[in-house]
């Protein structure tokens, strides 16, 4: 095989090495439908809303809005601008266990009797503990209106809603820090007149160094190296 081809075959290799390691999804999100059975002072009420939970981050953590395409319970009776404060919890899985209460803004119109509650976005806030992939479900929701309490619970064992790749504070997955090798952190400094060892880590990184350069330099590249090539065989 002439060197013009081995080079163009490495540079190839190097820019979809690049291209897979950059293009590794960090959160992933669906639209999930949740059957809530709400316990009202009048009865029980049932409502089907899809529900949509967004995370973003945000300093150390991550801001957390679930948003519900549909109204869920009713009001006998008339509830004016700012009767109602919606509330809820978002059930953590995973990498991490517990739950995250969110909250959101007084209705800002007027909800006639007998029509579906629209609730607004809920929002709160999650600081990762440990690292991994967290999932976060849609849990119990709750109403509180004109002195009274609705608690809504989804019977329906509904899926997460979204999932994110975190790292904690610690930088530990599953709540252990330890390395999994049994051997010295990569930390550790070599030994003296020993030359630093790689694994795949290093290999995946080089490689992703390697593809972000030939990307960066473009066709000025590959021309540069073709022509050494050229003059080398010549």
């Known amino acids: 095989?002439?060197?013009?081809?081995?080079?163009?075959?490495?540079?190839?290799?190097?820019?979809?090495?690049?291209?897979?390691?950059?293009?590794?999804?960090?959160?992933?999100?669906?639209?999930?439908?949740?059957?809530?059975?709400?316990?009202?002072?009048?009865?029980?009420?049932?409502?089907?809303?899809?529900?949509?939970?967004?995370?973003v981050k945000s300093g150390s953590g991550y801001k957390l809005t679930m948003s519900f395409q549909k109204g869920v319970s009713s009001s006998p009776v008339e509830l004016g601008k700012g009767a109602m404060s919606p509330s809820a919890v978002i059930e953590m899985g995973g990498a991490e266990s517990g739950t995250v209460p969110v909250s959101g803004a007084p209705n800002a119109a007027a909800i006639p009797a007998n029509t579906p509650i629209?609730?607004?976005?809920?929002?709160?806030?999650?600081?990762?503990?440990?690292?991994?992939?967290?999932?976060?479900?849609?849990?119990?929701?709750?109403?509180?209106?004109?002195?009274?309490?609705?608690?809504?619970?989804?019977?329906?064992?509904?899926?997460?809603?979204?999932?994110?790749?975190?790292?904690?504070?610690?930088?530990?997955?599953g709540g252990d820090s330890s390395d999994s090798t049994g051997g010295a952190s990569q930390d550790t400094p070599p030994a003296s007149g020993e030359l630093p060892r790689t694994g795949p880590l290093d290999s995946a990184a080089a490689l992703g160094t390697l593809g972000g350069t030939v990307l960066l330099g473009g066709a000025a590249g590959v021309l540069w190296l073709t022509r050494r090539g050229q003059r080398r065989t010549g």
């Open 1 to 55: 095989m002439s060197y013009q081809k081995r080079t163009t075959l490495a540079l190839a290799a190097a820019v979809a090495g690049s291209v897979v390691l950059l293009a590794a999804p960090a959160a992933h999100a669906d639209v999930v439908d949740v059957n809530y059975q709400c316990k009202t002072p009048i009865g029980n009420k049932g409502a089907v809303s899809p529900i949509d939970i967004k995370g």
């Open 118 to 173: 629209k609730i607004s976005d809920l929002s709160g806030t999650y600081t990762p503990k440990k690292s991994g992939k967290v999932t976060f479900t849609a849990s119990v929701l709750t109403i509180k209106a004109l002195g009274t309490t609705t608690t809504c619970t989804p019977t329906n064992n509904p899926k997460p809603a979204l999932e994110l790749d975190v790292k904690g504070a610690g930088g530990g997955s």
